[in-house]
């Protein structure tokens, strides 16, 4: 497969396009931004291990049956993709209250929500994701009543599986967000999971001390990124703990590097 032209560019990543129909190579990037591009940095080792953590998580959800546009990683910072038509509307789910949540209704940090609260926000960064309800995604065409069912239900069993997941490895899913795009397959559209699930999308929190182990380290200026990212990546049993060696982050990032070289 031989890599094209740039297709689209986002904050954290790039797509380009490839000599195979339907596939596209998704390059993930170091940078990292907040509060809608305001806040900018390039953080070494970032892309890489999101791309490991989505990786992961999305081979692992395909196993109980979602659909993803993972077709597979091709080296540290590129997975092949099939590529399809994203639905223009970041879905957010929350488990615990925090982040734009607790800042827009007052709840406090770290309630736990009765249920999964599934929020809409349109993807476009001109009017900075604004919230909207399921009746603009309707009334404006963005999807139409049966994606919406269908991805609805996707999103509850995704957040049933990463909850739990989590929770094996001593951490706390509080919110996360997902994107989702229609494919044709045999002449019909169908629902796939796309985009990436990683630290820069999810909020987790250590399961005792409630220390962040996600984005909200570069957002609140805590530092620390990329150790919280490898904490991640080495809990979930993607990087393992090198005997011997000195314990730290960097270590383990340069082992991981080294083992993943092509
Ligand atoms: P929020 O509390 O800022 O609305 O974020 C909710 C969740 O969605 C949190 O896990 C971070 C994630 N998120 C993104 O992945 N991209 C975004 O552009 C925003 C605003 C949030």
């Known amino acids: 497969m031989k890599k094209g032209k740039k297709l689209y560019e986002g904050k954290a990543k790039v797509i380009y396009s490839t000599n195979t129909k339907g596939l596209a190579i998704q390059y993930f990037k170091d940078d990292a931004t907040a509060f809608n591009n305001q806040k900018k940095s390039k953080i070494e080792g970032k892309g890489v291990l999101n791309n490991r953590i989505s990786e992961y998580i999305l081979e692992n959800l395909a196993q109980i049956g979602i659909k993803t546009h993972l077709v597979k990683r091709l080296n540290m910072r590129e997975q092949i993709i099939k590529l399809a038509e994203i639905i223009p509307i970041e879905f957010v789910i929350r488990n615990i209250a925090s982040g734009s949540l607790t800042k827009r209704l007052g709840i406090v940090e770290g309630t736990v929500l009765k249920e999964p609260l599934i929020e809409y926000c ?141």
Do not use: Q
């Open 122 to 262: 349109l993807k476009d960064d001109k009017l900075g994701d604004p919230l909207i309800s399921e009746e603009h995604i309707l009334a404006f065409d963005w999807a139409t009543k049966r994606e919406v069912e269908k991805i609805k239900k996707m999103i509850l069993r995704i957040n049933d599986f990463m909850v739990g997941m989590f929770r094996g490895v001593g951490i706390k899913l509080v919110d996360f967000k997902l994107e989702f795009g229609r494919l044709k397959v045999n002449d019909k559209n169908d629902i796939i999971l796309a985009d990436e699930i990683s630290p820069d999308t999810c909020r987790l929190w250590d399961s005792i001390t409630e220390k962040k182990l996600d984005k909200d380290r570069f957002r609140k200026n805590l530092g620390g990124l990329i150790p919280a990212y490898t904490e991640v990546a080495k809990r979930l049993g993607i990087l393992h703990e090198t005997s011997g060696l000195n314990n730290s982050n960097v270590t383990s990032l340069s082992s991981f590097k080294r083992k993943n070289k092509k």
